[in-house]
């Protein structure tokens, strides 16, 4: 509600970071987990670890059910019709838009100048460079419903993405009940992230996506396609920054329990590395 608040205020600023908090707040016990897991170290052995990580690929490329197939198919046709019927923030809006057609005109290497604002990293701008093609290929103007749609339509399957991720992870600890079929239907149609994607027309949907992913691998313990992620979602968006630490401190807590100390030091600052070599 604070959230929605302060962006009919236009009050950009306070509303980002209200969103960051309580994301971190609903991480905070999936953190205790991760950290749990690694102590404890869960896997005696490589034999079990190996049929873990089978598991985990398997569930992963499992096709999704008929019946969340059109609970995605809900959830993305909402959050398109709400981008084609509301006007979005007119500042970012502007921005996208303009960002969108200097890449698309001058190419990459003269996008960032000391004379141009442009306050995002170079992931997300090249996707706007994709929407200004597209633009001008449909000749859709900057007022048009469309253009709109188009700047919605990532976020909105990303948003749809995220929730096939949860769907599959919470089969695994929560089985098929009730409960878990509750959780995916609040995560297909949370009035957070309807509002944020199809109303107010930001990217945080493909934003959160590599950031879960990174979260759901550091849990399974594989760091170096986490840090990989964490670097995407840095490329993304600099909020990402405020989820540094927990991606160090999974990394620290499994220097912690690991045997071979060389070995660990090593994984860290190698995933260091590659986190930082994606933006």
Known sequence: ?????TAKQRNWKQGSIC???????????????????VQNDKYQ?????????????????????????????GALLLRLVLALVTDGYPYDM???VAWGDKLASEGPAAFYSADYFADYPPGYILV????????????????SRWTYFLLALIPAICDCAAVV???????????????????????????LTL????????????????????FWLLEERRYLLAAVLYGVALAIKPQALLFGPVLAACFLAG?????????????????AALALLVP
């Open 94 to 96: 502007s921005c996208f």
């Open 128 to 143: 706007l460079g994709l929407v200004s093609l597209v633009r001008k290929a449909l000749q859709l103007s900057y007022e």
């Open 1 to 5: 509600y604070y959230c929605t608040i």
């Open 165 to 191: 991720l949860l769907d599959h992870i919470s089969r695994r600890y929560m089985g098929q009940g009730r409960a878990q079929r509750c959780l995916v239907l609040f995560a297909a149609f949370c009035p």
């Open 195 to 214: 509002f944020d994607t199809g109303i107010w027309k930001q990217i945080d949907g493909a934003f959160a996506l590599p950031l879960l992913l990174c």
């Open 45 to 73: 052995n490589q034999t079990e670890r190996a049929n873990a990580v089978y598991y985990i690929g398997r569930s992963a490329c499992r096709a999704p059910a008929t019946g969340l197939w059109v609970l995605l198919g």
């Open 255 to 271: 220097i912690a329990v690991e045997q071979d100390r060389l070995r660990a030091f090593g994984r860290c600052f190698g995933g």
């Open 19 to 37: 969103l960051c908090f309580q994301f971190l707040i609903l991480l905070q016990r999936q953190i205790r987990c991760i950290i749990w897991r």
